[in-house]
């Protein structure tokens, strides 16, 4: 029974590249989120996805960044044309449709953005 | 907008003992949720709270939901080595996305 998966777990890109960060969520889940972290703090609620559907993007920023969760395939969180400060541990969640438990969240490992 | 204050920032523990900490809130959550990060990694659930009062154990974890939905403590009992890391508690606001308290590091002195 995987949990959610997370890849690349690292990613090293130049100042105006892009960078793609997927999320393949738990199996039958079917609510993904997306959080930054940078070091020694706490997660920051970025952006909240249903299948084909954008339900709450008010923690992301609107320019450059953009995140999508198909009907088929992972979760995608894109940064366009990159800036140091981007440089950050992207983690993704997913919870289960069951509303009782739709509120408790399960993590991947993240992906670790570096931006030189 | 809705906070967590988590306490305390860090422990200094030798292995055997007990720890206790603990978030409060100024509004009221309706789940309380307790996640472990190790360097790394992602936050690993330990406890999910969903009622009032409600007394949850996981192992040497018990974890509490304050009767006012305001507060949420988490005990580790007989501290052992692999429980060093950062201990966050989280809830969710009214859009499902989870605040985060600052997280509790905890340290096992040699």
């Known amino acids: 029974n995987a949990g959610v998966m997370q890849n690349p777990r690292h990613l090293v890109r130049r100042r105006g590249q892009e960078a793609r960060l997927r999320c393949s969520p738990v199996?039958?889940?079917?609510?993904v989120y997306w959080y930054r972290q940078l070091p020694e703090e706490g997660l920051k609620f970025m952006v909240y996805?249903?299948?084909?559907?954008?339900?709450?993007e008010s923690g992301m920023p609107k320019e450059r960044f953009s995140a999508e969760f198909p009907k088929e395939g992972p979760s995608i969180l894109r940064i366009q044309q990159v800036v140091r400060g981007d440089s950050a541990a992207y983690f993704c969640?997913?919870?289960?449709?069951?509303?009782?438990?739709?509120?408790?969240?399960?993590f991947g490992p993240g992906t670790r953005l570096l931006v030189l | 907008g809705q906070q967590l204050n988590q306490s305390p920032q860090s422990m200094f523990i030798q292995e055997g003992e007990d720890v206790s900490m603990n978030c409060t809130s100024s509004?009221?959550?309706?789940?309380w949720l307790w996640y472990k990060q190790d360097p790394g990694e992602g936050p690993v659930l330990l406890i999910a709270?969903?009622?009032a009062g409600e007394l949850t154990s996981n192992g040497r974890l018990t974890a509490q939901f304050g009767i006012t939905r305001k507060d949420s403590f988490l005990n580790i009992s007989a501290s052992i080595p692999s429980d060093v890391g950062i201990y966050f508690c989280a809830g969710p606001a009214s859009n499902y996305q989870l605040i985060w308290g600052a997280g509790t590091k905890l340290i096992i002195k040699p």
């Open positions: 969640a997913s919870s289960p449709l069951d509303r009782d438990e739709q509120e408790t969240q399960y």
């Open positions: 509004s009221i959550f309706n789940t």
């Open positions: 199996k039958g889940h079917s609510h």
């Open positions: 996805l249903q299948k084909e559907n954008i339900i709450d």
């Open positions: 709270l969903y009622k």
